[in-house]
């Protein structure tokens, strides 16, 4: 607009660089060029116009969860496949042909692929995704392998609109004797005042099922529940242990909760430690925004924990009396 170098500017522009700079003497000018673009590109999330129905991969973001299923699988989910549905991409070994999961009685937008984890129980291999945006309530999809095919074994909705709920998924074995005992489901956004955020706590029994057994959630706004790892057992009874975060807690600088498990309910209901950006370092924001806690870094024989920050990663190792610290 007005004064300009545009020999810089067509060295930006897409081809034929003489139909894509343009030169206006005010703003106003804009307004033509702005029509003609929105009638070129296709059209966006959420629209309903006929072209959007056209869309299975174009939008599918793949990658935009992942987990390891052995050495060999990958499964990765695609929340924008399929007019935003989504989807699950299953690969197989090297050179292998990708195979989509999907449910194909979700609603468009739902994001299904959010999230994802893997179970095994008495030999099935089970997938879990959520779909945070399926009917504005969230939900949680469990796949089971049935002929050599992916099938819905249930799908579970969400109790509040707007929630999340499905948004973080975290498969747990209780005892590690190979069984996948529960499957904790995060819902980062549910809001009851003065709270914010939920965990809930299912039970995956031998009829490959999913059982609420409870919920757990801090009071605090924090978006609780963004993030939920397993851990190797920190206090030494020989049951796995889980770290929520809370990355929005303390003005956006973040905090991390401690639970120990249960073996009848997956954790305990109140959180055994609570640890602050701000116990560390003041300039960290979104601590808690991912979670890792499987590796031993230290070589030590414990359990490190690896926690994701804005532009930092903070790892925390366990101290006597079962407790962290950086």
């Known amino acids: 607009v007005k004064h300009v170098d545009l020999t810089k500017l067509k060295s930006l522009a897409s081809e034929p660089k003489e139909n894509n700079t343009f030169l206006n003497q005010d703003y106003n000018g804009l307004k033509g060029i702005l029509d003609n673009f929105q009638k070129k590109i296709f059209n966006i999330e959420g629209s309903k116009t006929a072209l959007a129905g056209n ?3 174009e939008m599918s973001q793949s990658g935009f969860s992942a987990v390891y299923v052995n050495k060999d699988t990958l499964v990765l989910g695609s929340v924008g ?8 991409f299953e690969t197989e070994g090297l050179r292998s042909e990708e195979r989509e999961i999907q449910d194909p009685t979700l609603d468009k937008d739902s994001y299904m692929g959010y999230s994802v984890a893997v179970g095994k129980k008495n030999e099935n291999l089970l997938y879990f995704t959520g ?8 939900r949680i999809l469990l796949f089971n392998k049935v002929n050599n095919n992916w099938t819905v074994a249930q799908s579970l909705p969400g109790e509040q609109m707007g929630s999340y709920f499905g948004a973080e ?17 995060g819902a980062p956004m549910f809001h009851q005042p003065p709270r914010e955020g939920r965990i809930y706590v299912y039970t995956l029994t031998d ?4 059982r609420m057994e409870m919920n757990v959630s801090v009071p605090s706004q924090g978006r609780f529940g963004s993030s939920i790892c397993s851990l190797t057992d920190l206090n030494g009874d020989g049951l796995k242990d889980v770290a929520v975060g809370a990355p929005l807690e303390d003005d956006h600088r973040g905090a991390v909760y401690i639970y120990l498990g249960e073996k009848l309910k997956g954790i305990r209901p109140e959180f055994s430690q609570r640890i602050s950006a701000v ?5 960290l924001q979104f601590f808690g925004q991912t979670i890792d806690g499987k590796m031993d870094l230290g ?9 994701g920050a804005r532009g930092a990663v903070v790892v925390l ?10």
């Open 81 to 88: 496949s399929n007019n935003w549905r989504g989807s699950l």
């Open 279 to 283: 116990m560390m370092r003041s300039n």
């Open 131 to 138: 779909a945070p945006r399926s009917e504005h309530m969230g």
């Open 169 to 185: 998924l975290c498969s747990v074995d209780i005892d590690s004797d190979g069984n996948t005992d529960f499957l904790l489901v």
């Open 299 to 307: 070589e030590d024989g414990l359990t490190d924990i690896v926690v």
């Open 207 to 210: 009829k490959l099922e999913l």
């Open 55 to 57: 869309l299975t991969k």
């Open 317 to 326: 190792r366990v101290m006597e009396r079962r407790r962290y610290q950086q």
